[in-house]
């Protein structure tokens, strides 16, 4: 499998992957609006992802390249959403022990990964 619609689809598995590192370290440095910002990009490189996969005339899952990057993506996203969750969790801990100061954190938290 190679031409232009495969070039085009792992550039655009590339672009997510690239997203789900920004994410990663917006997470750990606990920066709402920076992965809110990230959540609404990820969507976007997502179908752009899912779009270029429909130009194939193959599965990616055939071509070992294209299969191993699909399986990091997907590994990487799980990771980030269970060090969200984490993250979330201990927010809502340090908001019950000091209501006003993390309510504008908790409508963060909201906005970002809970209303998708």
Known sequence: MSGPN???FMECLEALENLLHAETQAIAAQHL??????MKQKDS?????????????????????????IDFVINLQARNANSFKKLKERIEVQKNNSLPAFQNVDSKLRSTYLSR
């Open 6 to 8: 495969f070039a085009y």
């Open 33 to 38: 609006d920076t992965i809110d910002s990230i």
């Open 45 to 69: 490189c997502l179908k752009a992802v899912m779009e270029s996969k429909d130009l194939l005339k193959c599965n990616p899952r055939d071509h070992d390249i294209a299969n191993t990057q």
